[in-house]
Nanobody, 122 residues
Framework: QVQLQESGPGLVKPSQTLSLTCTVSGGSITTNYYFWSWIRQPPGKGLEWMGA???????YYSPSLKSRTSISRDTSKNQFTLQLSSVTPEDTAVYYCARAERLRPARSEGSWGQGTQVTVSS
C-alpha cells in the first residue's frame, strides 16, 4: 500500500519561497497512470489543488498559482517537491501531497499524506 509523507519547514517568512517534499513508500512515482499532486487547505476554507507531476514527469499547474509554483521530482529518492515563491500570509494552510488517477482528486480519492501545517508570518 502506497504511503506519502510531507516534510518541510512549518514557518516561512513573507516574500520567501516555501519548499515541501513528499516522500513516497510502497510504490514508485514513475508507475504509469498516476498523478502526484500538491493540495492545500487554508484555515476555514476548502481544498485547493495546486498542481501535479505525472508518472511521465509532465507537470500541471493551477492557473491561479502557476506563476509562483514549481513541482519537480527525484526518482532516485522516490520524492517529489513543491516550491511556492513570494509567499504571503494568505498562503498559510495545511499542505497535502496525494497520488490519484486524475488531476484535482477529491479528498476521498487516491492516497494522501497526513498533511503538514505551513504558516507564513514574519
Amino acid at each position: 500500500q502506497v504511503q506519502l509523507q510531507e516534510s518541510g519547514p512549518g514557518l516561512v517568512k513573507p516574500s520567501q519561497t516555501l519548499s515541501l517534499t513528499c516522500t513516497v513508500s510502497g510504490g514508485s512515482i514513475t508507475t504509469n497512470y498516476y498523478f502526484w499532486s500538491w493540495i492545500r487547505q487554508p484555515p476555514g476554507k476548502g481544498l485547493e489543488w495546486m498542481g501535479a507531476i505525472a508518472s511521465s514527469g509532465s507537470t500541471y499547474y493551477s492557473p491561479s498559482l502557476k506563476s509562483r509554483t514549481s513541482i519537480s521530482r527525484d526518482t532516485s529518492k522516490n520524492q517529489f517537491t513543491l516550491q511556492l515563491s513570494s509567499v504571503t500570509p494568505e498562503d498559510t494552510a495545511v499542505y497535502y501531497c496525494a497520488r490519484a488517477e486524475r488531476l484535482r482528486p477529491a479528498r476521498s480519492e487516491g492516497s494522501w499524506g497526513q498533511g503538514t501545517q505551513v504558516t507564513v508570518s514574519s
